[in-house]
């Protein structure tokens, strides 16, 4: 390995550098997985409340508005007479503000309100009212060729008829990075009447209850997930910077208390087996440590006494 030809000191810091870039870079990568959680779990809020505000004003308008004018006037298709001018419920594609004998239906109050919102751009939240079985198909993903997510999740919330139930997914990179939210659509009495009698092949069998479409809401999320990284980011960079500190008062008090000796010592036992292998003997081992390099040298000491001993007792036989 290339590590054998480095020092005591290179061996004995390298893996204190290493273990402070992996715990820097696993606290960082945790840190902005929370952040990023967090971020989520904020849009996620303010997008069910969105949704929720815009069901509810919905409700409101179909209970007091146009239940009212149905069970008094009659049916969508009839018009109702309102002075000397007779009105007629329309669809948003329908729908002309300066036309004063219209009335958007329910849903298409939605539609005209989401155009609104949707105008303001791509810094902005937008939402939609969309439906697998929608009269209008511009809302139909089926037909729009909306996305294999986004028909999974609507067709997950028609089948488990839940009001609290969503659907929810982060898509897009950096600045266009989009927070999307599919929150169910129930079915009220008067959504009921309304689209069971509307004919023409569309669905007529919906009840009180049933999962017509999803309020789909858009937030931005570039800005919530740029600062996310930026702030796992700057606590890699501070344990990094802790750790250097760290590992730099290691590194000195290290070689003041063990790497110094130690070499000092080390390179003392190697300049006694050199003069050892070239039949010097005469001059003591002398190595100032309690530790087990001054075992070594103790070891090293008697060795070259056992050679003098030995060497003195051959010559005395020659």
Known sequence: MASRGWGLVPKTILPTIVISVVIASAVGMV???YEKASAIAKSRKTAIAIAQQTLAERQVYAANVVSPLLRDFGGPDQGFATGNNTIHWVTSTM?????KGSLPLPAALVHLVSASVNSRGANSHTIDLISLDAVNPEKNPLKTGGSQTEIFAMQFLQSEKNPLAYREAVSGEGTDA???????DIASEACVNCHNSLGGGHKNDWVKGDVMG?????LPMGTDLADAKSSALRIVLLVLGAFAIVTLLQT??????VSRPLIRNLHTLERAAERISQG???QPVAIDSND??????QS????RTSLATLLDEVEKKG
């Open 292 to 297: 087990e390099v001054g075992r070594l040298g």
């Open 214 to 218: 999803s309020i789909k809401v858009t």
């Open 95 to 99: 729908h002309n503000p300066k036309d």
């Open 300 to 303: 090293f000491e008697r060795m």
């Open 178 to 184: 989009r927070y999307v939210l599919w929150y169910p």
């Open 280 to 282: 010097e003997i005469d």
């Open 31 to 33: 840190l902005y997985l």
């Open 252 to 257: 000195l008090l290290q070689w003041l208390f």
